[in-house]
């Protein structure tokens, strides 16, 4: 595709809107018209305060122009482009323009701006998203704030890494490493981060902060045994005042990881809130996405759950998996629902670059219109079933522009799930290829500090690592006078 933007600089945003309907098109973008063979030609334009925009694809050619409001020249062009592009391609996408991460915050600024009412109306009028979106965006941000509110500077929530799981699913775009590659990795590993963590423990103590949530991700933290589980439980335990803790977060993604045994552990050490992801009830397109473990797994897992006691688990499913169709989709999500999980996440399938998937240039099938049924699907049917949506993101690469969104029960929340969303407190993070966010108290100043990524690297240059955990006492020290 050739991209022409004459005399204007949004470039960025006008490539953006074209990868929404072609996300797999190399775009090489021009300042100037020239004649071309290529068959899809977008030239977006600003002459004598006149926004024009043409595309033509194929034999298709559709024109479209405004005058120019200048306080609003960008929007009004991408808004021109997608309605063009619409024509074209015959998809509608569901969020209009929209194509940052979280459209929830940006609905929060409209609420607080002109109320709910209106804002809805703002997202469908500027923003070109459909009614359900604005309404779903609009009902993400008035949860999350309860849930926002509950936190304060004096608590912060631990995340703790562990990047490793039983085989690495095709489409993982995560740090995560095959057990089956880097065995030798994991005891040197708990012990450093045994140690991370009794550092950042000190830290908090000394600058007089308390976790309010504790999340273990990765990864798969299961793929552990019980005696390596125990051995950071344990840490965390012994390093951290657990007193003001509110949530207590492992993940168990792989169904096959999970032992009455370690979900036993977990339940000891004041672990309440577990996920065990079923990813889709189709056995095919387990196997298909090289996700190693069955639908019958996957229900054994889950009712060693709640035999264990845990009144709060979640499970993942993902829209838009090779191999999977509107009607195997729709019958996850009936059976994710049927066994009445507190939490159902909903994600759209993003092929990162570094999922095998991609690598390997697998052509993912479903089209967009049939993966945004799927969701629409989803947000319907959670909502009939006593479901509420907590949390929202979106991500580059997502299929059909799409969104992830966190169901949940009412009350069920995962707090820390929007904590690190909405970047609204502070986030301590031990392991590798965690990321602490540091935020400024009574303020919303964010300081990010990166731990090493890679496993390999985390245990090579730990001393160098844990050296910058002191820029934590620096930060917190300047708000201090
Ligand atoms: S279980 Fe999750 S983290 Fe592990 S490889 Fe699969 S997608 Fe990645």
């Keep these: 595709m050739i991209l022409i933007n004459e005399n204007h600089s949004f470039q960025y945003e006008m490539e953006k809107v074209c990868r929404i309907f072609y996300p797999d098109e190399k775009i090489r973008t021009l300042k100037t018209y020239e004649e071309t063979d290529e068959t899809k030609v977008v030239h977006t334009k600003i002459e004598n305060s006149i926004i024009s925009v043409v595309v033509k694809v194929e034999e298709i050619k559709v024109e479209k122009s405004c005058v120019d409001e200048k306080t609003e020249s960008e929007m009004q062009m991408a ?112 012990e450093n981060l045994c140690k991370e963590i009794e550092v950042s423990g000190k830290i908090a103590k000394e600058i007089g902060i308390t976790p309010d949530t504790v999340y273990f991700g990765g990864g798969t933290p299961t793929t552990l045994n019980e005696e390596q589980l125990k051995r950071i439980l344990e840490s965390v335990k012994n390093n951290f005042d657990l007193t003001n803790l509110k949530e207590y977060t492992v993940e168990a993604g792989r169904p096959d990881t999970v032992t009455q045994g370690k979900l036993e552990l977990l339940k000891k050490y004041g672990v309440g809130r577990i996920s065990i992801n079923a990813q889709t009830f189709n056995d095919e397109v387990l196997q298909v996405n090289g996700r190693r473990h069955s639908v019958e797994e996957f229900y054994r897992a889950y009712e060693i759950a709640r035999k264990v006691g845990f009144e709060s688990i979640n499970t993942d499913l993902i829209a838009g998996l090779q191999g999977d169709t509107l009607e195997s989709f729709k019958n996850s999500i009936d059976s994710a629902i049927r066994i009445n999980p507190e939490n159902i996440t909903v994600h759209t399938l993003s092929l990162k670059r570094s999922s095998s998937m991609s690598t390997d240039g697998e052509k993912i099938k479903n089209d967009a219109i049939t993966v945004s049924e799927m969701v629409d699907y989803a947000q319907t049917q959670l909502a009939k079933n006593g479901y509420f949506p907590y949390y929202m993101y979106r991500q580059s690469k997502i299929l059909g522009n799409l969104e992830n969104v966190g169901w949940c029960k009412k009350g069920k929340e995962c707090a820390y799930n929007i904590f690190m969303m909405e970047e609204c407190s502070t986030v301590i993070s031990c392991g590798a290829g965690a990321v602490t966010k540091l935020k400024e108290p009574d303020g919303n100043k964010l300081k990010r500090i990166f731990n090493f990524k890679y496993p390999y690297e985390y245990n090579n240059r730990f001393d160098e690592m844990i050296d910058r955990k002191n820029e934590i006492l620096l930060f917190f020290d300047e708000y201090k006078k």
């Design 79 to 190: 808004r021109l482009l997608v309605k063009a592009l619409e024509e074209v391609t015959g998809i509608y996408p569901s969020w209009g323009v929209l194509t940052g991460i979280r459209p929830s915050k940006l609905m929060k600024n409209e609420i607080d701006n002109v109320g709910r009412e209106k804002a809805i109306e703002v997202f469908k009028e500027r923003f070109l998203a459909d009614e359900k979106k604005a309404v779903l965006a609009a009902d993400v941000s008035q949860r999350e704030e309860k849930i926002i509110k509950t936190t304060s500077d004096k608590h912060f929530s631990l995340y703790i890494s562990i990047p490793f799981c039983p085989s690495r699913c095709k489409y993982c775009s995560f740090v995560s490493h095959s057990i089956e590659r880097t065995n030798k990795l994991i005891e040197p590993y708990i």
